[in-house]
């Protein structure tokens, strides 16, 4: 190892090619970005106007048309149910109007979808930048 | 995005305040330290609680948790856990739990820092929730809600545990998902 070489150096960003039949998309007025090709990281989150997770042939889409609309959000849940060591994996779209994220929850496995709502304060660190 | 890699570990309680009380220790290897969790016959063990004289608890066990490699993700936060299936048929046996920072977070507020060879009355405890938690209820050692990943988390999450075995509790091993002994938990963290 070269002696310059930081010890903590971050792996490269994932993309969502690693998966079957699930991606997310970013539109942004002049491109739309795929997940399977760009990191979430890397996206110009203040020109997206649209925010759409495909999960399993589901498709669910989140817009900034709302009146009280601030700023998308997203993450992932991880983990695991240890009865057996059932893995957690939900993905999470949605938006925020800085006290309150409306959030679509998306199972992994089979792209079933419920709607929650979480405070802000709790998940802002996620916020798309 | 994957999801980040994970590992539980335990040790024992003897290990010293000292070799804790900094993230870089926590995240090395402790002293006497095993994996756990990685599936059947690895769980964390709890031992015998013998109940013929009534309510008994368990000794106190030491549970850590840390990401061993980001998935290309550099936060994660919001985490849960929580005893999410039991078999237990007494309404007075549980789990009690104790978040556990290191002697570096000189005031801790929602954790309590560690103390060797912890017993019952080591620490305050709360009641381990049955169902998915409404917020946060473990924390790392600065007591934020979120840590770090740069290939690795930033520290590690500490709970100190027992088991509350009422009195009359059916008898039995309780453990995974055996059928009406079951004794199953869940960690769930949101990641970006």
């Known amino acids: 190892m070269n002696s310059n070489t930081p010890s903590n150096t971050p792996t490269a960003r994932h993309l969502d090619s690693e998966y079957r039949r699930r991606w997310e998309t970013y539109t942004t007025p002049g491109q739309v970005y795929d997940s399977r090709t760009v990191n979430w990281h890397d996206i110009p989150w203040d020109q997206v106007t649209q925010l759409q997770a495909s999960v399993e042939g589901h498709e669910y889409t989140v817009d900034n048309t709302g009146p009280r609309f601030q700023s998308f959000i997203r993450w992932r849940w991880g983990g695991f149910h240890y009865n057996g060591k059932v893995p957690i994996n939900v993905w999470c779209i949605g938006w925020t109007d800085g006290v309150t994220c409306f959030m679509k929850e998306i199972e992994f496995k089979d792209g079933s979808m419920t709607e929650k709502e979480y405070p802000f304060e709790q998940f802002k660190k996620h916020l798309g930048d | ?192």
Not at chain 2, 12 to 23: G, Q
Not at chain 2, 138 to 156: H, K, N, R
Request: proline share 3%.
């Open chain 2, 1 to 192: 995005m994957a999801a980040p890699t994970v590992r539980f570990r335990t040790f024992p309680i003897t290990v010293s305040v000292a070799e804790l009380d900094t993230a870089g220790e926590r995240l090395a290897a402790i002293a006497g330290q095993s994996v756990i969790s990685t599936g059947a016959g690895n769980e964390l063990d709890f031992g015998t609680v013998d109940i013929s004289g009534g309510a008994a608890n368990s000794l106190v066990k030491m549970l850590v948790w840390d990401i061993t490699a980001d998935g290309g993700n550099t936060l994660v936060e919001d985490f849960l856990f929580w005893l999410s299936s039991n078999g237990f048929d007494q309404a007075g046996t549980v789990v009690k739990f104790q978040p556990i920072s290191g002697d570096d977070q000189g005031t801790p507020s929602n954790t309590e820092n560690y103390i060797v060879n912890a017993v019952v009355g080591s620490y305050t405890w709360a009641t381990l929730d049955e169902s998915e938690p409404g917020a946060q209820n473990v924390y790392p050692s600065d007591e934020g809600s979120s840590m770090v990943l740069s290939t690795a988390a930033d520290d590690v999450i500490m709970v100190a545990l027992y088991v509350v075995v009422a009195d009359n509790e059916t008898t039995g091993t309780y453990k995974g998902t055996d059928a009406g002994n079951e004794f199953q938990y869940s960690f769930k963290y949101s990641y970006s």
